[in-house]
C-alpha cells in the first residue's frame, strides 16, 4: 500500500533552516508528481510546493518562493523540501501528498514551529 513518512520538522528561530524529508514506499515513486503540502492552526491547508515529472517546472507558493526549494532523490524514492530564512508564518505541519488516479494519499505531517 501506499505510505508516505515525512520527518524533518521541528523548533527553529526566524531565518534559520530546516530540511523535511518525505520517504515513499508502495508505488513507482519516480512516475508521479509529488507534493508538499502545510496547514496552519485556523488556516486552510494550502499547496507550498510541487514538483512534476513529465517536463514542466517545479512550482512554489508566492509565500515561499526564493527561499524554499523542493527536490526529489529517485533512488531512494524521497522527496525534500530544504526550507530557509524560515519565517514565524511558516508555523504548520508540512504534508506530502501523492495523487494516483482520482485518489490523493497523504503522510502524517510533520510540525514546523518558527519562533525566537
Known amino acids: 500500500q501506499v505510505q508516505l513518512v515525512e520527518s524533518g520538522g521541528g523548533l527553529v528561530q526566524p531565518g534559520g533552516s530546516l530540511r523535511l524529508s518525505c520517504a515513499t514506499s508502495?508505488?513507482?515513486?519516480?512516475?508521479?508528481?509529488m507534493n508538499w503540502y502545510r496547514q496552519a492552526p485556523g488556516k486552510e491547508r494550502e499547496l507550498v510546493a510541487a514538483?512534476?515529472?513529465?517536463?514542466?517546472?517545479?512550482t512554489y507558493a508566492d509565500s515561499v518562493k526564493g527561499r524554499f526549494t523542493i527536490s526529489v532523490d529517485n533512488a531512494n524514492n524521497t522527496m525534500y523540501l530544504q526550507m530557509n530564512s524560515l519565517k514565524p508564518d511558516d508555523t504548520a505541519v508540512y504534508y506530502c501528498?501523492?495523487?494516483?488516479?482520482?485518489?490523493?494519499?497523504w503522510g502524517q505531517g510533520t510540525q514546523v514551529t518558527v519562533s525566537s
Open positions: 514538483i512534476p515529472r513529465s517536463g514542466g517546472s517545479t
Open positions: 508502495g508505488f513507482t515513486f519516480s512516475s508521479y508528481a
Open positions: 501528498n501523492v495523487r494516483i488516479g482520482l485518489k490523493r494519499f
